[in-house]
């Protein structure tokens, strides 16, 4: 079974930078494509960036020259590095690893960016 944790949330400034964690609990971590998402009150859950076993990566047009996710393998974890972090970065965000039919999903992080 796989479990996700997120970690490194907070409160920043805008402008300023955080780096989340996802901790991978389970087997096969490298044959997952793992993604963060976000959703911010009254909003839609949206895509914030993937990185497939293959590590390839891709990012929401919102995030795009600001975020850059990456994975280790040996650790099982990937990170989401943020940069120039603006007011509408705030959300909940999530891990989620995919791989076929199976998806699991983290519990979330809070991050708050203030004016």
């Known amino acids: 079974q796989v479990q996700l944790v997120e970690s490194g949330g907070g409160l920043v400034q805008s402008g300023g930078s955080l780096t989340l964690s996802c901790a991978f609990t389970?087997?096969?971590?490298?044959?997952?494509?793992m993604a963060w998402y976000r959703q911010a009150p009254g909003k839609q859950r949206e895509l914030v960036a993937t990185?497939?076993?293959?590590?390839?990566?891709n990012y929401g047009d919102s995030v795009k020259g600001r975020f850059t996710i990456s994975r280790d393998n040996v650790k099982k974890m990937v990170f989401l590095q943020m940069n120039s972090l603006k007011p509408e970065d705030t959300a909940v965000y999530y891990c989620n690893a995919g791989f076929s039919i199976d998806e699991y999903w983290g519990q979330g992080t809070q991050v708050t960016v203030s004016s």
């Open positions: 990185i497939a076993s293959s590590r390839s990566t």
């Open positions: 389970g087997l096969s971590f490298g044959i997952y494509a």
